[in-house]
């Protein structure tokens, strides 16, 4: 067989790591343990912990460097892998740069979290990594099987970290609600990929591609059976992005999971799961029979998804639960620019380059959540929020920038994300959605503000908490990467569209 | 119709119906017997598909060993009957209809079109089996040759899924850590 390992070096060195720290921890880690007499163990979890923090974190950033300087070879041209299992090199490249990256900002928020809350970390880092191999393959998959078994892959490990602290009913519930939506949603993903293998004979996403765009227009059961497994990968898929109305589990999970967890599932699983997305419904072969229908399932939940979120998220008290609702609206923002399906490169890249964008936006705004989250002291609510300006100028800047990103101001890179969006809507002629979701990005600019307005314009009604500076430089790392990337994009957004164009071209 | 077909609806039938057991039913060891039943009918319909060694695999690892431990499971939990007799939430009587329209809807549908798209159909193969199917299909040869060369990926993944999922499980269950003693 002719493979050349070079071009799945980022999954390999993220293997590594994983074997790494399993056996690192397992080292560590009684097997009776697990059977209880738990008293001798427990005092040691705070040096374990900080082990794991460390390989992990060392690891992740190997594991980048690795990719960044050897994959580049890779990104000349992208090639077809093990019979079709993965597509690797290419703009791919630029892709799972962005996952890592995601990855590395998500380890550096748990680092704090970790310790803060007692989590038991080498678990916590080995999901994640788990997590984020499935992304990685999930993007390069290039047949129904490995797009399956990475999605498995990456949700698997998240149902576990969001019920890592089941003893707390909360999460219990949160946990469980995703666990089984989530097998629900694979389960009509399967159905889906089941009608469609059973109509064209094959896996790979290209044969299936160029099956549907030769079915023809008029009414007949292939084009009924075909379209129906369509739909049923679009339901499917439709669920790990949570549009409407298939977000039901969303605000619960994203409330209920510990903040770097929800940070990663809103930024790097969305990112994955919208890649697959372009890639069966946005590619550059036209679906004459197909078209019409998804353009009009595209722009109506969409647009039901832009209502939604914004609307709810107005009245929410608790900021995470807010950023769930605006994850939804900003799940819907993405799959508006899909909706006049015209197959052009521009539409996949201006919801790469949101996605993207999204990533810094998203872990600014949970890195404050979690930079003044201490011990028992959880920081969630609007009234957490009341005031802190004085005494934690740095964190309310910050804040202050990822809320205007979120809502679409200059100079951030949410706003250029946005002007893109728009402008595909406006070339496809869909100028009554456009109005719509204009209208409801000003809705949504009210709880936006709002958040600013809390932080620097009232006084707050007890003292503000004091929190323990330790073991903070990880997490301002993390604030202070993304700031400089939402602000420089923002100004600067023509790196950004290369590397979504880079990544387009390859989807497409 | 030829009776390998007929035999394929009967068993097609029958394993909807387990289904329909497994959901409706109140008893869990009546829903595990459902779930039985559907794995078996399965079963039939791979044999009949000519899938001999997955026929074999879903009677052996299914059917047998992973049924064993749902129904160890069903067992260790010993839950009291009294904690069956919950009535169907409210939304049923709103879904289950919905569902049953749905489905009606489908079937109404696809019949119209098999109305009028009828040569489709002449054109599917009565013995099951697709004419591209290659020689000796469904034997265990061609199966782990396919397993091994073409899916040689996916298999792999699936065992690092595997050990992922083993991970999840442990970092669930596990006690060593303060959350257990505080609540």
Redesign the interface.
């Known amino acids: ?1 002719n493979f050349d390992p070079i071009f799945l070096i980022g999954e390999f060195s993220l ?1 590594a790591l994983i074997v790494i720290l ?1 056996l690192v921890d397992a080292m560590r ?1 009684p097997v009776f ?2 059977l ?1 007499s ?1 008293a001798e ?2 005092p040691d ?1 705070e040096s374990r912990n900080r082990q794991a923090t460390w390989i992990a974190g060392i690891g992740l950033v190997i594991v980048a460097a690795v990719y960044f300087i050897f994959g580049k070879a890779t990104s000349g041209e992208s090639v077809s ?3 079709d ?2 597509r690797a090199g290419g703009g791919v490249y630029i892709g799972k740069l962005a996952i890592i990256g995601a990855g590395i900002l998500t380890i550096l928020l748990s680092a704090r979290y970790t310790m803060a809350q ?3 970390a080498a ?2 880092y ?2 994640l990594c ?1 997590s984020l ?2 992304a990685l ?1 999930l993007i390069a998959a290039e047949n129904f ?2 797009i399956f ?2 999605l ?2 990456m949700s ?2 998240i ?2 970290l969001v ?6 009913s909360r999460v219990g519930e949160s946990a469980i609600k995703y666990l089984l939506l989530g097998g629900l949603s694979s389960a009509f993903l399967l159905l889906g990929i089941s009608f469609i293998y059973g109509m064209t ?1 094959t896996l790979v996403v290209n044969d299936v591609l160029t099956h549907l765009s030769q079915v023809s227009q008029t ?4 084009m ?1 059976l075909m379209g ?1 497994g369509l739909v049923f990968i679009f339901v499917g898929l439709a669920f790990k992005v949570s549009l409407v109305p298939f977000h039901a589990w969303t605000p619960d999970v994203y409330e209920g999971a510990a903040t770097p967890v929800t940070s990663f599932m809103s930024v790097a699983v969305k990112l994955a799961a919208f890649a697959v997305i372009l890639k069966i419904f946005a590619g550059s072969l036209l679906f004459p029979a197909f078209d019409p229908l998804f353009s009009r399932l595209f722009a109506f939940f969409a647009l039901l998804t832009i209502i939604y979120g914004n609307s709810v998220a107005i009245v929410q008290k608790n900021v995470k639960r807010m950023l769930a609702y605006s994850s939804i609206a900003h799940a819907g923002y993405m799959a508006l620019a899909l909706a006049p399906m015209g197959h052009n490169i521009e539409a996949v890249q201006a919801v790469l380059f949101y996605g993207i964008g999204y990533i810094a936006m998203n872990m600014l705004a949970f890195g404050v959540l979690v930079y003044l989250t201490y011990r028992d002291k959880y920081c969630e609510t609007l009234e957490d929020l009341t005031g802190i300006a004085r005494k934690y100028p740095g964190a309310a800047a910050v804040m202050s920038v990822a809320m205007f990103s979120l809502g679409g101001l200059p100079p951030a890179v949410g706003f250029v994300g946005k002007v893109q969006i728009f402008l595909q809507l406006i070339n496809g002629k869909f100028y009554a959605t456009a109005v719509i979701a204009l209208l409801f990005s000003m809705v949504a600019l009210y709880f936006y503000i709002n958040v600013i307005v809390v932080m620097y314009m009232k006084e707050p009604e007890a003292e503000v908490a004091n929190i323990d500076k330790k073991s903070m430089l990880p997490v301002w790392l993390t604030l202070g990467f993304s700031t400089l990337f939402i602000l420089i994009l923002g100004i600067l957004p023509s790196p950004l569209m290369e590397w979504s164009l880079e990544w387009a071209k390859m989807l497409f | 119709m030829d009776f390998n077909v007929i035999m394929y609806i009967f068993f097609g039938i029958v394993s909807i119906a387990g289904g329909v057991i497994l959901v409706g039913a109140k008893h869990p060891i009546r829903g595990a017997m459902g779930l039985l039943t559907t794995m078996l009918a399965l079963a039939a319909m791979y044999a009949q598909l000519h899938a001999h060694t997955i026929a074999v695999f879903q009677v052996i690892i299914y059917a047998g060993a992973v049924m064993v431990l749902i129904v160890y499971f069903i067992m260790l939990l010993d839950i009291k009957s009294e904690d069956y007799a919950k009535p169907f939430s409210k939304f049923f009587w709103f879904g289950a209809p919905l569902l049953l329209f749905a489905v009606f809807y ?1 079937i109404f ?2 019949s119209m ?2 109305k ?2 009828g040569a ?2 002449a054109t599917l193969n009565p013995s099951l089996v ?1 004419p ?1 199917a290659p020689e000796a299909f469904g034997g265990i040869k061609i199966f782990s040759k396919e397993l091994l ?6 298999f792999e ?2 065992s ?2 595997l050990f ?2 083993i ?14 003693s ?2």
């Open positions: 067989m293997v399993t880690k343990a697990l209880g738990s163990i427990t979890i892998l093990l019979h299992s993965l007692s989590i038991p678990d916590y080995l999901l788990f191999l499935g393959t099987l490995m078994l990475s498995e892959m698997i490990p149902y576990a019920g890592l602290k089941r003893y707390n004979g009414v007949s059961s292939e009924l129906l | 489908f549908k696809l079109v098999i009028s798209d489709f159909f697709s591209n060369t073409k899916y040689l990926f996916a993944f699936v690092t899924l992922a999922a991970v999840a499980v442990i970092a669930i269950v596990q006690l060593d850590w303060k959350g257990k505080n609540e």
